[in-house]
């Protein structure tokens, strides 16, 4: 049969991968599509460079614009990234009948539902599997794997950076600013790791899953997002001696009520699997009411790992090159027509336990004033550790547990014991999810 001919716009390091196993691979790929898939132009700023990784076996250009509009070009992989340029080029691309493949998170968490609308009426595939969680198959898992399952809630480790850090943090006791660098001379962290520290990444990637999981339009801007910058060693190590480890997590529930999107530092029982994923790997938690709890784990980013999802998706789309736009899996899971209008919470209504750090004058009567608010709240306390000060001080840290209740009556207790006149500083808050 005819090649599937491909533009691929930037070869950087996961152009570059997904060439290199394209090529590699090259024979096993075909045996699984059916024909074969080739590279035949790349769009690339540094135009010598992209001649030498392609070792001229394929043309090179300087104007991405090229490649969309070719007339040979079936599908075309954007690995541009960001929100300017590769929305145009995407979109270009969809207005000449080609189909897209992209690692493009943060460009669908903002403009997919644009990208996904102007798709369909042109009866073209957007695939991302590499979009979420690197080489793990999380996207097809739960757009196909797991159709038969009312998915209840998702958790994930969606961001390698931030859990190369917070391992680090645990194993060694270091603060936070200490492991970050670390984490910038080995390359695990950019030069600039905001979107990484600060969660937005996994925001990115949470919201996605989301929309697919529950057949809800794609909607970023209604994300809760906290990072790790602000979480101490000391915090780490207090939720050890609880049984718990602290991550930074993407989940995203299902209530009678509508959908929880939040990403933030969570508590986890040690004794969980996924409180056990450790370093740059990713991991995501699925339960869905008839399988139960299913568990993805593998490498998040890297140069073959996400060229492994890259390919997976240019061979569905290879599979599925003659088959009626209607009989395709749709972009996010449930026909666009039977997608849900169900809100998203906002994060006054979400009903989680909770990590409470408090630090306190040595005094008579605190821990009572203490749990006399939390009690006037409705917030039972589940744990309790309660810390001697050291020889010679004054001062000491109440650390406790709740149990479940609404985010906006905890808000309310904080607001309140940090007005006693015995706690000094904020109280440290940190979510729990028992992930049962």
Request: with cysteine; net charge negative.
């Amino acid at each position: 049969m005819k090649p599937i001919k491909v533009g691929l716009l930037g070869i950087g390091t996961v152009g570059a991968g997904t060439f290199n196993v394209l090529k590699r691979n090259a024979e096993e790929i075909t045996r699984r599509a059916g024909r074969s898939i080739q590279i035949a132009m790349v769009a690339d700023l540094n135009v010598e460079r992209a001649r030498e990784l392609t070792n001229g076996e394929c043309e090179v250009v300087s104007d991405a614009n090229l490649v969309v509009t070719h007339p040979d070009i079936d599908i075309v992989i954007e690995l541009i990234g960001g929100y300017g340029i590769a929305k145009d080029l995407v979109l270009k691309a969809i207005a000449n009948g080609k189909h897209v493949v992209t690692a493009n998170k943060a460009l669908l968490a903002t403009h997919g539902n644009e990208i996904f609308k102007a798709a369909q009426e042109q009866g073209v595939i957007v695939a991302f599997e590499a979009a979420v969680a690197g080489g793990i198959p999380i996207i097809k898992a739960l757009r196909e794997g797991l159709t038969a399952n009312r998915i209840q809630w998702i958790a994930g480790i969606i961001n390698g950076t931030t859990n190369f850090i917070l391992s680090e943090m645990r194993d060694k006791g270091l603060d936070f600013n200490t492991v970050l660098q670390e984490a910038q001379r080995l390359g695990y962290a950019e030069a600039d790791p905001t979107f990484d520290i600060e969660g937005v990444d996994a925001a990115h990637k949470a919201t996605l899953m989301a929309s697919i999981a529950f057949g809800i339009p794609v909607q970023f801007d209604k994300a809760h997002i906290e990072g790790i910058t602000q979480l101490q060693a000391t915090d780490i190590r207090y939720a050890e001696q609880l049984g718990y480890r602290i991550k930074l997590l993407g989940i995203t529930k299902r209530t009678p009520h509508g959908i929880e999107l939040r990403v933030h530092p969570t508590l986890i029982p040690s004794r969980r699997l996924i409180a056990n994923v450790e370093g740059a790997m990713n991991a995501v938690l699925v339960q869905g009411d008839a399988v139960g709890a299913t568990l993805y784990y593998g490498k998040g980013a890297g140069a073959e790992p996400t060229a492994s999802a890259v390919i997976a998706d240019l061979v569905d789309i290879t599979r599925l090159f003659t088959a009626e736009p209607g009989h395709r899996v749709p972009h996010l899971a449930f026909q666009p027509d039977a997608m849900a209008d169900t809100p998203i919470l906002p994060m006054s209504e979400i009903t989680t336990s909770y990590y409470l750090r408090m630090h306190v004058a040595d005094k008579l009567g605190v821990l009572a004033a203490v749990t006399r608010i939390l009690a006037d709240s409705n917030i039972s306390i589940d744990a309790m550790l309660q810390k001697e000060p050291a020889e010679g001080e004054s001062q000491t840290d109440i650390i406790m547990l709740t149990h479940q209740t609404q985010e906006k009556f905890v808000d309310e207790a904080i607001a309140r014991i940090e007005a006693l006149s015995t706690v000094i500083g904020k109280v440290t808050r940190i979510r729990l999810e028992e992930l049962e």
